[in-house]
């Protein structure tokens, strides 16, 4: 009986195998997705900007926060407007490591 439940359940098995690999259940990628790069604008912004190349883990905060030496002074909403404004409506998750962008700044030097 035991060699009967193991046959069954081998051919179970390789039944789902077969069914997997000819078939399948996930539908294949239609087309490659884009890649937003940062393009420079004509138009002079109005906020304060400094280009920085991002570096593996940093984010747009971090990185706004070197840049004023500590804490921010201005709420997380404004600087995530400014920056957008900044790059062409590029999110601050959609940032690229290696790509370079201008992070606003707010404090005076």
Not at 2 to 11: C, E, N, T, W, Y
Not at 44 to 54: A, C, G, I, N, S
Not at 82 to 96: A, R, S, T, V, Y
């Amino acid at each position: 009986m035991k060699k009967f439940v193991a046959l069954i359940v081998a051919i179970i098995v390789l039944y789902s195998v077969y069914y997997d690999l000819k078939i399948g259940t996930i539908p294949a990628a239609t087309h490659a997705s884009e890649v937003k790069t940062p393009q420079e604008t004509t138009a002079k912004p109005t906020v304060p900007f400094q280009l920085k190349e991002v570096e593996p883990g940093e984010t747009v905060l971090t990185i706004v926060e070197q840049l004023e030496k500590g804490p921010l002074s201005v709420p997380i909403n404004k600087v995530i407007h400014d920056f957008q404004k900044l790059n062409n409506g590029i999110k601050p998750e959609e940032i690229q490591i290696g790509q370079e962008y201008k992070f606003p700044v707010y404090k005076k030097r």
